[in-house]
């Protein structure tokens, strides 16, 4: 199992832009998705966006339209391109990696994942 570092987080106004990465310890080029999820203090942890193997991506409807994801498999990093930052964005970030399915078991009970530290993005108004 790879391990995972998220790192690009940081304070920005609103309006403003971020672009988080994920860097994986070992290869990537064969997991079958990569994802990004965030959690706001007393708020259930959510799949932000996600990327197959394939690249074919989906996003939270909350952030369609303003964010991208992508994974570079030669660098084994999973970045998220955040534009158009909004105050209900702050949260602290993590990647993961698995499948869609898992990414489902993990909002429902993060502690069946194993996650990083995470990073921690503020949008001031």
């Known amino acids: 199992q790879v391990q995972l570092v998220e790192s690009g987080g940081g304070l920005v106004q609103a309006g403003g832009s971020l672009r988080l990465s994920c860097a994986a310890s070992g290869s990537i080029s064969s997991i079958n998705s990569m994802g990004w999820f965030r959690q706001a203090p007393g708020k259930q942890r959510e799949l932000v966006a996600s990327v197959t193997i394939g690249g074919s991506t989906n996003y939270a409807d909350s952030v369609k339209g303003r964010f991208t994801i992508s994974r570079d498999n030669a660098k084994n990093t999973v970045y998220l391109q955040m534009n158009s930052l909004k105050p209900e964005d702050t949260a602290v970030y993590y990647c993961?990696?698995?499948?869609?399915?898992?990414?489902?078991?993990?909002?429902?009970?993060?502690?069946?994942?194993?996650w990083g530290q995470g990073t921690q993005v503020t949008v001031s108004t």
């Open positions: 993961n990696a698995g499948s869609l399915f898992q990414f489902k078991l993990y909002v429902q009970n993060p502690d069946v994942g194993s």
